[in-house]
């Protein structure tokens, strides 16, 4: 069946209940960061993801009805396109409050290294890489982490980056995006 809602919000919006609330309202289990921890093959294939290599999004998810917060939302726009019947749910909070709830818990992931080969140090890999490559590689300064995290939530994006769609975000509802100089994009995921 695929994917019925692709999640959008980063981590630190509020997706733990939107997990929760996703699971009983589709009546099946919604993938989240919770959902990778101690899993080394999806810890891998995230990795590799966040390198340019991603899965086959259909046979990775299956099982799941909805996905929300990282790593997924970095890779919203590719879920959409493999589930193009799935409805595209974006979580956001004000940047100066998400940027001091991410800085303490999921960018503290910096902060801890874990033995080579474990686990834990192949979670930071992989952490690092997609806050790297589809977030920006200045991550943990807290003026580029909240530019790139409005890039996400405001103006043009999600949408308007992807589809050249029409904003839903209040400020610029109803302008199309193509005549807003300053639709922000996140960084180019390098394919190989």
């Given at each position: 069946m695929g994917l019925q809602v692709v999640g959008a919000g980063l981590g630190r919006t509020g997706t733990l209940s939107l997990k929760q609330a996703l699971e009983q309202l589709l009546d099946g289990p919604c993938y989240h960061m919770m959902e990778v921890f101690g899993k080394r093959d999806a810890i891998d294939t995230w990795h590799r993801a966040s390198k340019g290599q991603s899965p086959d999004w259909n046979t990775f998810l299956d099982g799941y009805v909805a996905t929300v917060d990282w790593p997924a939302?970095?890779?919203?726009?590719?879920?959409?396109?493999?589930?193009?019947?799935?409805?595209?749910?974006?979580?956001?909070?004000?940047?100066?409050?998400?940027?001091?709830?991410?800085?303490?818990?999921?960018?503290?992931?910096?902060?801890?290294?874990?033995?080579?080969?474990?686990?834990?140090?192949?979670?930071?890999?992989?952490?690092?890489?997609r806050f790297a490559n589809t977030f920006t590689a200045s991550w943990p300064e807290e003026e580029a982490a909240k530019a790139a995290f409005l890039a996400t939530t405001t103006a043009c994006a999600p949408w308007c980056r992807r589809t050249g769609s029409w904003s839903t975000t209040p400020a610029t509802a109803g302008v199309p995006c193509a005549t807003r100089s300053a639709c922000p994009s996140r960084p180019s995921r390098t394919r190989t």
């Open positions: 939302a970095a890779f919203w726009d590719e879920l959409a396109e493999a589930n193009p019947d799935a409805v595209v749910l974006l979580s956001t909070r004000d940047a100066d409050a998400w940027w001091t709830s991410a800085s303490n818990t999921i960018f503290a992931v910096r902060l801890g290294d874990g033995e080579p080969g474990s686990d834990l140090e192949a979670h930071r890999a992989m952490a690092e890489a």
